[in-house]
Nanobody, 129 residues
Framework: QVQLVESGGGLVPPGGSLRLSCIAS???????????VGWFRQVPGSEREFVAA????????YYGNSVKGRFTMSRDNAKNTVYLQMNSLRTEDTALYYC???????????????????WGQGTQVTVSS
């Protein structure tokens, strides 16, 4: 019902910036603005980590402690797209980044990956000199 495609990953030196995009194709009959969207990341052998989330209207954003003050999430509902601007990147930010969407989430569930029904395939971010 919702297909998500991430892009924008790549190799960047420490201190650099990247902007990830996630484009949604919605076939559920619901407008994209009714879906909350989250960004998560994962490295091999570790659990999926919450990075950021945004409510449908875009008026509320939430961040994981490790990225607060460095990453900014936004959305353009007219384009069915969400963004993750990542600044001051560190080597520990290296991971596969996923976007996820769900229409039924309450605020307290936004950071829990098991609560999201729809996932993209991920885009790799590597921070290295």
């Amino acid at each position: 019902q919702v297909q998500l495609v991430e892009s924008g990953g790549g190799l960047v030196p420490p201190g650099g910036s990247l902007r990830l995009s996630c484009i949604a194709s919605v076939n559920s009959g619901r407008a994209f603005r009714t879906y909350s969207v989250g960004w998560f990341r994962q490295v091999p052998g570790s659990e999926r980590e919450f990075v950021a989330a945004i409510k449908g209207s875009g008026s509320s954003t939430y961040y994981g402690n490790s990225v607060k003050g460095r990453f900014t999430m936004s959305r353009d509902n007219a384009k069915n797209t969400v963004y993750l601007q990542m600044n001051s990147l560190r080597t520990e930010d290296t991971a596969l980044y996923y976007c996820a969407a769900d229409a039924q989430l309450i605020t307290s569930s936004l950071g829990n990956p098991s609560q999201y029904d729809y996932w993209g395939q991920g885009t790799q971010v590597t921070v290295s000199s």
